[in-house]
Every structure is written in structure tokens, then in C-alpha cells.
Antibody
Framework: QGHLVESGGGVAQPGQSLRLSCAASGFTFDIYAMHWVRQAPGKGLEWAAV????????NYAESVKGRFIISRDNSKNTLYLEMNSLRLDDTAIYYC?????????????WGQGTMVTVSS | DIQMTQSPSSLSASVGDRVTITCRASQSITTYLSWYQQKPGKAPDLLIY???SLQSGVPSRFSGSGSGTDFTLTISSVQPEDFATYYC?????????FGPGTKLEIK
């Protein structure tokens, strides 16, 4: 079935950086596209970024483009989100999610989320 | 960007009721439409993919239909564990936008 565990969340000041990790287990990591989705407190879901199974195809939401970097290390079964120039409105729970297959497929497995709070 | 809308934004239902939630895309997304259920404090769970395919392990009282721009999620007989927020999402093109959600509450 598969399991995803996010880590790296915490409190940061505006302008600072954080790096999130998502450890995958129970499935063959390197054949699936992976996503980051965030949810601000009390709000809906916002897709943030996707990386293809081999890391060659990457896309971002406009709200994070140029500030966040998604990457993966298939040898470590781990997905990353490098978050730079953090803003107050980046405060959210960040979920990693595994696609059913490729980039354009539904999000089949979700982690439990890690909270990022940006506050001065 | 493709905009997703949902209606209603909230609804009250009793156990055993039939419930339908509507999702509309701002342009055709063929059948690149998924439905998720989210309970408070939990991550979303995939219910329906490709507009009408039931995810493994999801009860058969859930069903999805539609193509193009108009989609529906139907719960044939609402159970106590179904009270949650439901989101539609398009994966036709990036950014992969979600609808604003529909909160299903107990009447």
C-alpha cells in the first residue's frame, strides 16, 4: 500500500528557509510522480509542486515558483521541498502525496503532514 | 489556470440520506477529475479517480460521474463516518487545482 512520513516543519521568520522531507516506504518509490500540497489553517487544499518519477519534469504553483524547490533522491526513497524566502502566507500544513502513476494521475497516498509556521 | 468550483459549500444530511455534490471546471478537463474526503486533523483520502473510478477500499456507496466540465460525487446512503469535507481536483493541467470544498454535516 505504501506509507509517507513528512518531517522538517517548524517555525521560521519571514525571509528564512526551511527544508521539508518526505520519507517513502512500502512501494517502489522511483516509478511514481510525487507532489507537495499545502493547507493553510482552516482553509482548503492548495497544490504546490510536482516532480516526475525520475526528477526530470517539475512544475510549481505560481505562489511558490522561484522560492520553493522540489527534488527527490530515489536512492533514499525521499522527496524534498526546499522553501526559501518564506512569507507569512506560506504558513500551512504541508503534505507530500504519491501519484497513482504519472504526473497527471490522482493523488493516491498522502502523508500525515508537517506544520510550517512563518511568523515574525 | 483551470478554476474549480463546488456546490454546495456545505450541506446537512441525516444518516441514510442520498447526497450529491457538484464540481465544475472552468474549461474541459475530460475525466481528469478526482474526489477526496478529509476529516478534521487528517490528511485527505482519495475516493474517486478518473471521474468515476472507485479507489480500492472505498465503500461502494460512493460514486462519481461526469466529463468535460461538470462532475458529481454521490453518496447513496450517508453513514456516520461520511461526515467530512469533500474536495474535487483536476489533474488535466498544472497547476492542479482543488475545489474549495463541501462540508457535509449531520442534520
Amino acid at each position: 500500500q505504501g506509507h509517507l512520513v513528512e518531517s522538517g516543519g517548524g517555525v521560521a521568520q519571514p525571509g528564512q528557509s526551511l527544508r521539508l522531507s518526505c520519507a517513502a516506504s512500502g512501494f517502489t518509490f522511483d516509478i511514481y510522480a510525487m507532489h507537495w500540497v499545502r493547507q493553510a489553517p482552516g482553509k482548503g487544499l492548495e497544490w504546490a509542486a510536482v516532480v516526475s518519477h525520475d526528477g526530470t519534469n517539475i512544475n510549481y504553483a505560481e505562489s511558490v515558483k522561484g522560492r520553493f524547490i522540489i527534488s527527490r533522491d530515489n536512492s533514499k526513497n525521499t522527496l524534498y521541498l526546499e522553501m526559501n524566502s518564506l512569507r507569512l502566507d506560506d504558513t500551512a500544513i504541508y503534505y507530500c502525496a504519491r501519484s497513482m502513476a504519472g504526473i497527471y494521475d490522482a493523488f493516491e497516498i498522502w502523508g500525515q503532514g508537517t506544520m510550517v509556521t512563518v511568523s515574525s | 489556470d483551470i478554476q474549480m468550483t463546488q456546490s454546495p459549500s456545505s450541506l446537512s444530511a441525516s444518516v441514510g440520506d442520498r447526497v450529491t455534490i457538484t464540481c465544475r471546471a472552468s474549461q474541459s478537463i475530460t475525466t481528469y477529475l478526482s474526489w477526496y474526503q478529509q476529516k478534521p486533523g487528517k490528511a485527505p483520502d482519495l475516493l474517486i479517480y478518473a471521474a468515476s473510478s472507485l479507489q480500492s477500499g472505498v465503500p461502494s456507496r460512493f460514486s462519481g460521474s461526469g466529463s468535460g466540465t461538470d462532475f458529481t460525487l454521490t453518496i447513496s446512503s450517508v453513514q456516520p463516518e461520511d461526515f467530512a469535507t469533500y474536495y474535487c481536483q483536476q489533474t488535466y493541467s498544472t497547476p492542479f487545482t482543488f475545489g474549495p470544498g463541501t462540508k457535509l454535516e449531520i442534520k
